[in-house]
């Protein structure tokens, strides 16, 4: 199926035949559907935190920070925002000239708070000789639009979210880039006053990314008393997947090469494990607030972050403990409850196990990677969410999953689904190190039987597509994992350009 040009190109990729060969035979049977035991809810699989333990949730948080560890925000920031202006590119290309649909004449009513809108206007002033007011009266709509999509103007419909102005200050609009700095200096400074973030991006806007953050660094660091340390990284070429022919066969490209395509943000588990860090926020690029709204943000990045290292302080103690073979039978029971009922990953016949292997068991499921994430209640935002799901071993445990990763013909499935009263909003706070102070090789935990499969084409031609196993969902299948309930308050994603006018996104009311 190969020949020595596509070894050569493999080679170059940083992949191999087997490799390429394993995805197609992905893509040709599929993925098996995930078994589930519920959807995780208050109670069952999520913690719901009592207002008088937040504080000391956060002051363990707090005295970690003291005492020296790393911590980084990590940020996926790579996405282009084109999907942000689906509305404004079909309007270019409408028919008609005026603004017909409610989308169109809302953002053109509002068009002034938007942040960008001093320099757009300043685009129009530029390429048309008129300004946004001028141009709206003269009917002149899609000059504005393109003004603000296209590379003659402020070419945001190929920008990414991270470098667009999203919210107005008096001083100047922030980006999401600044506001993620911001947000670092609230929660994720250390003891020497550094904030550490990375951020992943593409190879054609990393220059861009770094002089912005370079730029705004000397007044935020001014304002918050901080320093900065930002390092930028691109999803490697190694975890490109192979796109498959309807044959079966890879698909070809024109010049007789084999197409690969991004493996999706489950490459990133990559990017993640190159990090010398202890403690990893994970948060997307476009959930940010004005800084008066930020409080809630902060506080429950730090309470779940307090969770995080509280739970690791007690597996470390039981890990060192179980390690010295000294437990007792009454240590034992705790350690198997705190497995069972704290990290909810629970396994059928423990009870026949000796204690010898309930030992080598405990001490197997508590040295891994882990996990807090905060889950919002469900309110119909798109996007997967926390179940207690069956593993391959046979134990079930915490899992973020998506839709495509559930039998929605089963009824009983579908159900769960739609009935989950809760969603995961991509909020985590993540523990990469060991009791013994190494770090974990993250690509190990990876449930390599929980991508994707979907159906894409080019030049007129229909392929299939793999993506890896999510970063948040398989690519995390085999760490401990806890949920934890936080308020809608501290979920603010912008998916279209007119989620910028909702009052999450506005300033202040005087």
């Known amino acids: 199926m190969f020949d020595a040009k596509d070894l050569e190109q493999f080679k170059k990729k940083g992949t191999d035949a087997g490799k390429v060969q394993a995805q197609l035979d992905l893509i040709k049977k599929g993925f098996p559907y995930l078994e589930l035991e519920s959807a995780a809810s208050v109670g069952n699989g999520i913690m719901a935190i009592d207002e008088s333990l937040c504080s000391s949730y956060i002051k363990n948080w707090d005295n970690y920070l003291a005492s020296g560890h790393k911590v980084t925000k990590f940020v996926p920031a790579s996405g282009a925002a084109s999907r942000m202006f689906k509305d404004l590119f079909g309007f270019l290309d409408a028919a008609y000239d005026l603004p017909t649909s409610g989308f169109e004449k809302t953002f053109f009513n509002d068009i002034s708070k ?7 206007n300043e685009a129009c002033r530029r390429n048309e000789g008129k300004t946004i007011a001028e141009l709206i009266a003269d009917g002149q709509y899609k000059s504005v639009v393109s003004n603000l999509l296209e590379p003659k103007g402020l070419d945001y419909g190929s920008l990414p979210k991270g470098l667009l102005k999203f919210h107005n200050y008096s001083a100047a609009p922030r980006t999401p880039l600044e506001e993620h700095m911001v947000e670092g200096a609230l929660y994720a400074s250390g003891v020497d006053g550094k904030v550490h973030l990375h951020f992943t991006v593409s190879a054609q806007h990393r220059d861009l990314f770094r002089e912005l953050a370079e730029a705004s660094a000397k007044a935020i660091s001014k304002r918050y008393s901080t320093t900065y340390d930002i390092t930028f990284s691109e999803q490697k070429p190694s975890t490109d997947t192979v796109a498959a022919a309807q044959d079966g066969g890879p698909f070809r490209n024109d010049d007789g090469s084999i ?13 993640l494990n190159d990090l010398d860090a202890d403690v990893v926020f994970i948060k997307n690029i476009d959930n940010v607030v004005p800084d008066h709204l930020k409080t809630d943000t902060v506080t429950y990045k730090k309470l779940l972050a307090g969770v995080l290292v509280s739970t690791q302080s007690k597996i470390f103690d039981y890990l060192r403990l179980l390690e ?21 990953c629970r396994k059928k016949d423990l009870a026949s196990l000796s204690e010898s292997e309930l030992s080598a068991w405990l001490f197997a499921k508590l040295n891994r990677p882990l996990r807090v994430c905060g889950m919002v209640k469900n309110v119909g935002e798109p996007g ?52 013994k102070g190494a770090k974990f090789n993250l690509p190990d935990y990876v449930d390599k ?19 890896l196993p999510g970063l948040w969902n ?12 936080v308020p809608l308050t501290t979920f603010n994603p912008v998916k279209t350009v007119n989620d910028l006018l909702r009052p999450q996104h506005q300033p202040a009311k005087l």
Not at 262 to 270: D, T
Not at 398 to 420: A, H, R, W, Y
């Open 114 to 120: 938007f942040a960008f809108y001093n320099e757009l």
């Open 259 to 271: 197409l690969f395509r991004p493996g999706g943000h489950g490459a990133l588990i990559e990017n």
């Open 324 to 344: 010295s073979g000294k437990q007792t039978d009454a240590q034992l029971k705790n350690i198997t409850r705190f497995v069972t009922e704290t990290l909810c």
């Open 384 to 435: 997967g969410g926390p179940f207690l799901a069956y593993n391959a071993d046979g134990t079930v445990s915490p899992q973020i999953l998506e839709s495509s990763q559930i039998n929605l013909d089963d009824p009983v499935k579908k159900e769960m689904f739609t009935k989950g009263t809760h969603f995961n909003p991509v909020d985590l706070v993540c523990a990469l190190r060991g009791y």
């Open 449 to 467: 039987a929980t991508g994707f499969i979907s159906s894409k084409s080019k030049n007129g031609r229909e392929l299939k597509a793999l993506e």
């Open 474 to 485: 398989g690519a995390m299948s085999d760490w401990n994992t806890i949920f934890v309930e």
